[in-house]
Nanobody, 115 residues
Framework: QVQLVESGGGLVQAGGSLRLSCVAS????????MDWYRQPPGKQRELVAT???????MYGDSVKGRFTISRDNAKNTVYLQMNSLKPEDTAVYYC?????????WGQGTQVTVSS
């Protein structure tokens, strides 16, 4: 059973920064592709960033140049560094992975950006 636990959310002013962390257990972390998704209030969940087992990264258009996804395999942790935050980045942020064909999600962490 894979477990994902996010942390690092909070309230920040526009232009500020936050770093989210997601600690994984129950799989061989170094083999996992890891994703960050977000769900703004009243909207559908959307993909924010992805990092493969080899370290290749991909970003949603709305966060390119502002967010950075990274991983530390020794700590079974994936990070999302969020800079130049905007009010439209306000959402619940979720960590996600797939393992043996199943989807696993963390409990989510709230990020609120005030204008």
């Amino acid at each position: 059973q894979v477990q994902l636990v996010e942390s690092g959310g909070g309230l920040v002013q526009a232009g500020g920064s936050l770093r989210l962390s997601c600690v994984a257990s129950g799989s061989i972390f170094s083999l996992n592709t890891m994703d960050w998704y977000r769900q703004p209030p009243g909207k559908q969940r959307e993909l924010v960033a992805t990092i493969t087992s080899g370290g290749t990264t991909m970003y949603g258009d709305s966060v390119k140049g502002r967010f950075t996804i990274s991983r530390d395999n020794a700590k079974n942790t994936v990070y999302l560094q969020m800079n130049s935050l905007k009010p439209e980045d306000t959402a619940v942020y979720y960590c996600h992975t797939q393992w043996w064909g199943r989807d696993y999600w963390g409990q989510g962490t709230q990020v609120t950006v005030s204008s």
